[in-house]
């Protein structure tokens, strides 16, 4: 995985998402075998910041039916990002 691109997939966009982007943590769907260390080195090169930390977790698939048949949505990766108090992401920040 070299690309930066394919190790950060989408921003989580959610209420949860909004209360840790005033702390300074901001929230990405990444790629499921993407380290720590990959997720932070694409935040930096992608955004132009300095992250901290990053804390990852893996998010179980919900179960779901359609008519008569019962599955489940995908599982996916989710990484929280931190960086310093004076640096933001413009991006979500809608600058």
Known sequence: MTQYEDILI???LSEKAN???EEGKYVFKVAQKATKTQIKEAVHKL???N?????????GGKPKRL?????YTSTWK???VKLPKDEKIS???GV
Request: aromatic letters at 10%; a positive charge.
């Open 10 to 12: 989408e921003p989580v």
């Open 19 to 21: 209360q840790l982007r």
């Open 47 to 49: 955004f132009n910041v």
């Open 51 to 59: 992250p901290i930390s990053c804390t990852t977790m893996v998010v």
């Open 67 to 71: 008519r008569y048949r019962k599955g």
């Open 78 to 80: 989710k990484a929280i």
């Open 91 to 93: 991006i979500f920040e």
